[in-house]
C-alpha cells in the first residue's frame, strides 16, 4: 500500500513501525520512516509529534492502545489518509476491539468517529496450499457504505455477518473467500474448516 502511493501520488507519507522492515525510497511522494524504539517512545508519543511534519499519509504499525486509537480516529477525521494494523479475527471483530478499547462512556463518540472515517478493512489468514509449503491469502473484505457506517454508529457491527450471506459490493467474507479456494482446489477441507466462522455454510456452498 505504501509503495503503491507512493508510486502514484505526490504527497507526504509518514510511517511509525516496531521495527522497520522494509526501507521505502523516495518516488513520487516523499516517505518518512520512524521507527519505535529509536525515534520514538512508543506509537502515542510518536503519533503525538507526527503531526509537526504534516503527513499526507500516516501508517502505523500497530495500534496497541485506546490513546494511539483514538488519536488514528482524529487524524483521519481531519482528511488524513491513515493506514495501520491490529491483531483481529475478523473485519467485525477489528471495529469491536476499536470500540471497546475505550470506557462505556467514551464509545458513542469512538463509534461515531469511526463510521465517520473508516473507509476499509481487510482480516487475512494464511492457510497451507495444496501440493507445496506455500502458504494462500484468504480474506475478508469490509468497505465502509452507507448501509456499514450506520451499522458502526449504531453499535450494530455485529449484525453485518449475519444480514450478508452473499458476496456484496461491501462486504465480502472470509467464508466466501475459504469456499472459492475449496473449489479451486487450492486448500484442503479440513484447513478451511479450521478458518471458516460458519463450519455449515462452508459445508454446504463448498458441497462436501
Do not use: W
Not at 473485519?91 to 472515517?117: C, E, M, R, W, Y
Amino acid at each position: 500500500m505504501i509503495d503503491l502511493i507512493n508510486s502514484k501520488r505526490k504527497c507526504n507519507i509518514v510511517t511509525l513501525e516496531d521495527p522497520i522492515e522494509y526501507l521505502h525510497k523516495h518516488k513520487n511522494s516523499n516517505v518518512n520512516q520512524r521507527e519505535i524504539g529509536t525515534d520514538a517512545e512508543s506509537f502515542y508519543d510518536g503519533m503525538r509529534s507526527i503531526f509537526r511534519q504534516s503527513p499526507d499519509v500516516i501508517v502505523i504499525g500497530d495500534m496497541r492502545d485506546n490513546e494511539t486509537i483514538e488519536m488514528a480516529l482524529r487524524a483521519a477525521s481531519t482528511g488524513h489518509l491513515v493506514i495501520s494494523n491490529m491483531h483481529s479475527f475478523s473485519t467485525t471483530s477489528a471495529i469491536d476491539g476499536i470500540v471497546n478499547s475505550f470506557l462505556p462512556h467514551q464509545q458513542p463518540q469512538v463509534k461515531g468517529l469511526l463510521a465517520d472515517s473508516l473507509q476499509l478493512i481487510f482480516a487475512q489468514r494464511l492457510l497451507p496450499r495444496i501440493g507445496s509449503e506455500d502458504r494462500i491469502l484468504a480474506f475478508e473484505k469490509l468497505i465502509a457504505s452507507y448501509r456499514i457506517r450506520n451499522l458502526i454508529r449504531e453499535g450494530k457491527a455485529h449484525q453485518i455477518r449475519s444480514q450478508v450471506q452473499t458476496d456484496s459490493d461491501d462486504f465480502s467474507s472470509i467464508d466466501l473467500s475459504l469456499v472459492k479456494l475449496l473449489n479451486e482446489g487450492k486448500i484442503t477441507k479440513e484447513d478451511a474448516l479450521m478458518s471458516t466462522d460458519n463450519p455449515e455454510y462452508v459445508r454446504r456452498m463448498a458441497s462436501f
